[in-house]
Every structure is written in structure tokens, then in C-alpha cells.
């Protein structure tokens, strides 16, 4: 019978130590949920501002482009792109003329 005691006492202890190491590892894993959260959050909020700033360059974008538009119209419409070509390459379109 003492035997029988002994062995559940010692069976007792490991399950005693078994369970506070297993919690111990889930206060660990606790502690690491809570700092991935934090840095899920803190990403979040960056993914946001970068968002609003895509919003931002794409409405300027869309300006500049309409904008690019109507200088392309006005340009065709008076006959100036060999002017604007010249403009923008002189040196080109100056050993075209010097040929």
C-alpha cells in the first residue's frame, strides 16, 4: 500500500510540474500574442496612411494628366509640335537641320 502512495505522490509531482511548465508556456505565447498584436496594429496604421497617400498621388496623377491633355490639344490645334520638338531636344533636331 505504501508503495502504491509513493508512486502516485511522484506521479502526482511530474503532473504538478508538467502543468506549470505548460503554463508558463502559455503565459510565453500570451506575451508574444499581445506584442504581434501591437505590431499588427501599428502596421495597420501604416498600411492606412500609405493608402491615403496613393489616394492622394493618384488624384494629382489624374490632374497632371488632364492637364498634359489639354497642352497636347492646344499644341496640335496651332500646329507647335515641331516647335515643342525642338524645344525639348535642341541638339537633336540641331544635326537633323545641319544635315
Known amino acids: 500500500m505504501r508503495k502504491k502512495e509513493i508512486a502516485a505522490e511522484h ?18 505565447l ?5 506584442k504581434w498584436r501591437d505590431e499588427r496594429s501599428a502596421l495597420r496604421k ?14 494629382q496623377l ?16 496651332f500646329d507647335l509640335k515641331e516647335k515643342l520638338d525642338t524645344f525639348l531636344h535642341p541638339i537633336t533636331n540641331t544635326k537633323k537641320h545641319r544635315r
Open 30 to 34: 500570451q506575451a508574444e500574442q499581445l
Open 11 to 28: 506521479d502526482t509531482s511530474a503532473k504538478d510540474e508538467k502543468i506549470n511548465r505548460l503554463t508558463e508556456q502559455v503565459h510565453e
Open 62 to 77: 489624374s490632374a497632371i494628366k488632364t492637364k498634359y491633355d489639354k497642352v497636347m490639344q492646344f499644341i496640335e490645334m
Open 46 to 59: 501604416t498600411i492606412d496612411k500609405l493608402q491615403s497617400q496613393v489616394r492622394g498621388l493618384t488624384d
